[in-house]
């Protein structure tokens, strides 16, 4: 029996007509449409871009939504996060996520929020402010940072004219990129389609280093310079374009997360934190029931509910949520391996060691120090990828003052893919054998706070030309997807923007052919009672 078209009078009436065809049910009305219900689980950048575009779709199309987002963490903004420097909440740092460039449309038109530039706050303090080290000497050195890093390349005549090739080359990547933003590839139904269809196959199918000698970098400028830039991923040729993209990198004063905060809080969602997914179980007429409670780590592990949703988007690398996805569910999403990066920051009154970096005595050490192989050192996989360095990065943040004595230090972020043991830290800040032993193995005297945190931070971008699933089956989407294309808060708020779209696109297309379930509020019609 079909009932599209019809309206009912009265709430027993519309009950009856349920029961009746439990497969398609009806509304011709707006106003008779109930809300379509969403679960999104996950308050990072992806699942805060879903709300956020979701609700401002809908609110275009006239159609009411409502979202419910599952965060098992109890803050927001998921690899984006900041912690507090000497656990002063006046003094944040960002633990995940630290920049993002002009060429990020979404981040970058976000609510105005007030972005500091990365380089500012050490101009004061001495020493270079770049340097490519290779775990012997430094490969490169940028003195100032008036200039940009390209425009200082540029006049580098080591590397004759591969900096401007490589920009060239970065702009055409970027530029392809962009257009996953508008029609006709926006939205996109399939990540391995759209990559095809904006010719960035060739730049995802080689690895980086490849990409970039067909393109005619060949030489030292790739060793000396995008190796240093790129290499904590083990990147392909697309990620290589996207690590150099760094002209006007900046942050969210006090944390990006205020970005993915924001979004949230102007999509009008529940934003239930604390609260983990633990199942997703195909429900009646292509709902879904979740299963969720307190996170593991709440001293309330009982409390646990299911609620049913018409649309489920997870927004989190599966193999890291801790989910069980029915089996009757379509498509299981694979599973990759993710860079396990260690992130230590750490405030000392001490500058960075002149010695640990061979330099002669007096002279200060560059105040961010990215790593490289030294020359004829075979790249490998893994954590042993590392090579003779032993570290990714080394950052000098801003200087900080001690809340306890005063005194002004420096605020320091270490990359690394293990943590940094006494003996590295003892050299790289140039200290005397511990004298006080802590638990730690150094005086607080030297290293007056720490914070250590091991991050399944993103997947290594391997060469690939097929991609993750956005649609897991009719009515559940998996944003996550994009980590195996490029993982960016970025790159994963668009995707987060695509889904809602899906979404709306699909929710309207229902509406229009009146296969979308009734609503309970409007007053309605039954067949017999004769309106049509
Ligand atoms: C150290 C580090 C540095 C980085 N640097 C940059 C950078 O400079 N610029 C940049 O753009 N990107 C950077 N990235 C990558 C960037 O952080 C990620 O690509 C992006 O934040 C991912 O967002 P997401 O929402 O897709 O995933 P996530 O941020 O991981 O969000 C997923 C959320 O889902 C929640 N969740 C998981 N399972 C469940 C469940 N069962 N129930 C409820 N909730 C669940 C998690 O708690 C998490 O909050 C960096 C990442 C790291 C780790």
């Not at 809602?500 to 309207?508: G, N, S, T």
């Amino acid at each position: 029996m079909k009932l599209t078209g019809v309206v009912c009078l009265t709430f027993a009436a519309c009950q009856a007509a349920a029961r009746e065809d439990e497969q398609v049910v009806f509304a011709s009305s707006e106003n008779a449409v109930a809300p379509l219900s969403v679960a999104i689980i996950g308050a990072g950048a992806g699942g805060a871009s879903t709300a956020y575009h979701l609700s401002k779709f809908a609110a275009a199309s006239g159609f009411a939504v409502n979202i419910t987002v599952f965060e098992r963490n109890d803050y927001i903004g998921g690899r984006s996060t900041t912690v507090d420097v000497y656990d002063d909440l006046t003094s944040p740092v960002e633990l995940g996520a630290s920049i993002f460039v002009k060429a990020n449309h979404i981040l970058e038109s976000a609510f105005n929020l007030s972005t500091r530039s990365m380089v500012s706050g050490t101009s004061e303090i001495p020493g270079a402010s770049l340097g490519v080290f290779d775990g012997i000497a430094f490969a490169f050195v940028q003195e100032t940072n008036s200039l940009t890093w390209w425009e200082s390349a540029k006049a580098l005549w080591k590397w004759g004219l591969a900096p401007i090739r490589c920009n060239a080359l970065r702009k055409t990547t970027v530029d392809r990129f962009d257009k996953m933003y508008d029609e006709p590839q926006f939205p996109f139904a399939s990540l391995t389609q759209v990559v095809t269809d904006v010719d960035l196959l060739d730049a995802t199918s080689a690895t980086g280093e490849n990409y970039i000698s067909e393109n005619g970098l060949t030489g030292s400028f790739g060793h000396d310079v995008i190796q240093a830039s790129t290499r904590l991923r083990h990147i392909n040729g697309l990620l290589a374009m996207v690590c150099m993209s760094t002209d006007g990198a900046k942050s969210v004063e006090n944390g990006n997360w205020q970005i993915f905060d924001e979004m949230l809080a102007r999509s009008n969602a529940t934003t239930q934190l604390s609260t983990e997914v633990s199942s997703v179980t195909p429900g009646k007429d292509s709902t879904y029931l979740l299963r969720h409670g307190p996170s593991a780590d709440s001293p309330d592990l009982t409390n646990h509910e299911d609620t049913s949703f018409d649309v489920v988007v997870l927004a989190a690398p599966h193999q890291f949520a801790n989910i069980t996805l029915d089996h009757h569910i379509a498509h299981i999403p694979e599973k990759i391996p993710y860079v396990q990066l260690h992130v230590t920051l750490l405030t000392s009154p001490h500058l960075l060691s002149p010695a640990f970096f061979n330099m002669p005595p007096g002279k200060p050490a560059p105040k961010t120090i990215l790593t490289t192989l030294p020359p004829n050192e075979e790249p490998q996989q893994g954590a042993a990828g590392v090579g003779t360095p032993g570290f990714f990065s080394v950052s000098l943040l801003r200087p900080v003052t001690n809340p306890k004595t005063g005194v002004q230090e420096y605020l320091y972020k270490i990359f690394s893919p293990e943590p940094p043991n006494s003996t590295f830290l003892t050299h790289l800040l140039g200290l005397k054998q511990p004298h006080h032993h802590t638990e730690r193995g150094i005086s607080e005297e030297d290293i007056s706070w720490i914070y250590r945190k091991v991050w399944d931070s993103y997947p290594y971008e391997v060469s690939r030309v097929t991609f993750e699933e956005i649609q897991l089956d009719e009515n559940l989407y998996y944003t996550s997807g994009m980590d195996g294309f490029i993982s960016t808060m970025e790159t994963n708020a668009l995707m987060g923007m695509n889904v809602a779209r899906l979404i709306a696109d699909r929710w309207q297309a229902k509406m229009a052919k009146g296969t979308v379930r009734g609503g309970m509020e409007a007053p309605t019609l039954l067949p017999s009672e004769g309106v049509m």
